[in-house]
């Protein structure tokens, strides 16, 4: 499944910058429209997180200029939270859930689990219509299942789903860039996970994994895809602007170098801050964002799952 991440230490609260309203994207050819900085809602879900400070999370994130809310059912309460948050506050919100697994009575990866996933979806987020579904990372068989497409897209047929999106990435992304009814896909994309520009087309892009699951500031014991990242953080050769504050570089990198939005996923505001601020810089000098891409080109690190 999609990894959430947290964002490097904070800088000084006493400052509360807010996301450019200027620096708001179409997304793809949906007709949506959202800032570059998204929430990846996967932290909040946490039930040893306080659901007051959880709510006060959300609607800061409003405030800062957050459009965009990615969220799944394997993120705990997350779904839940946000359904709560949100309400009353829904305008100009798009919020993005995924399907396909974890459903009561139900074959994973089936058309009836997604069905009824979808229905289960929307009573959590408290809404008749979800602005975009995923298929949540399954593999390239489970996408050639008619009952899986046939169960999406009657799902949008009936209004309970706005977009159609695949989140994951690897060869199954390359199959989801097949179907044409997908108008959305959401992607690692990291200065040590480049692979997914290859292929971009004129779908909305959502960027996750954008701190690499902050592998730069962890040691050992590491999940394994954590530990690639660490891997990969550890063998190149870094200009030393981005070793000085890797999380600014990386958000900056990944702003400005292909999604059109930039998923962060924290259950603290503080970080949330801090992301903004790095935002609001704008673009790396394009030297150095040349020379980042150039690196990931030599090293030839494939996309991670």
């Not at 947290?6 to 997304?27: G, K, Q, T």
């Not at 506050?89 to 974890?102: D, M």
């Not at 990866?109 to 289960?120: A, M, P, S, V």
């Not at 060869?171 to 860039?177: D, F, H, M």
Request: proline residues 5%.
């Amino acid at each position: 499944m999609a990894k959430t991440e947290d964002a490097a230490d904070p800088h000084d609260e006493s400052s509360r910058p807010v996301v450019d309203r200027s620096i708001r994207r179409p997304l793809g050819s949906t007709g949506l429209v959202a800032n570059v900085l998204g929430l990846g809602a996967g932290p909040l879900g946490d039930a040893r997180h306080d659901e007051h400070a959880m709510t006060r999370l959300i609607h800061e994130a409003l405030d800062l200029g957050v459009e965009l809310f990615d969220t799944a059912p394997s993120y705990g309460l997350s779904e839940d939270r946000l359904g709560r948050a949100l309400a009353g506050r829904r305008e100009r919100v798009i919020v993005s859930t995924k399907v396909g697994y974890g459903v009561p009575g139900e074959a994973d990866w089936t058309g009836r689990c997604i069905e009824r996933g979808i229905d289960l979806a929307r009573e959590r987020l408290r809404v008749d219509v979800i602005d975009v579904v995923h298929l949540h990372s399954c593999d390239s068989q489970t996408l050639r299942r008619a009952d899986v497409r046939d169960a999406l897209l009657s799902a949008r047929e009936a209004g309970k789903v706005r977009h159609l999106g695949y989140s994951g990435d690897g060869e199954p992304l390359a199959e989801a860039r097949r179907w044409s009814e997908l108008s959305v896909v959401q992607t690692s994309f990291n200065l040590v996970d480049q692979h997914a520009r290859d292929g971009a087309d004129n779908r909305a892009w959502l960027g996750k994994r954008t701190l690499m699951n902050a592998a730069f500031a962890r040691e050992a014991p590491l999940s394994p895809d954590v530990a690639e990242y660490r891997r990969r953080w550890c063998e190149a050769d870094w200009p030393d602007e981005v070793r000085r504050d890797p999380a600014r570089a990386a958000l900056r990198f990944a702003a400005f170098g292909g999604p059109d939005v930039v998923l962060v996923g924290t259950a603290r505001v503080e970080n949330l801050r801090v992301a903004v601020a790095a935002i609001e810089e704008g673009p790396l000098p394009a030297e150095l964002h040349v020379a980042l891409v150039e690196i990931a080109t030599r090293h030839a690190w494939p996309g991670l799952v």
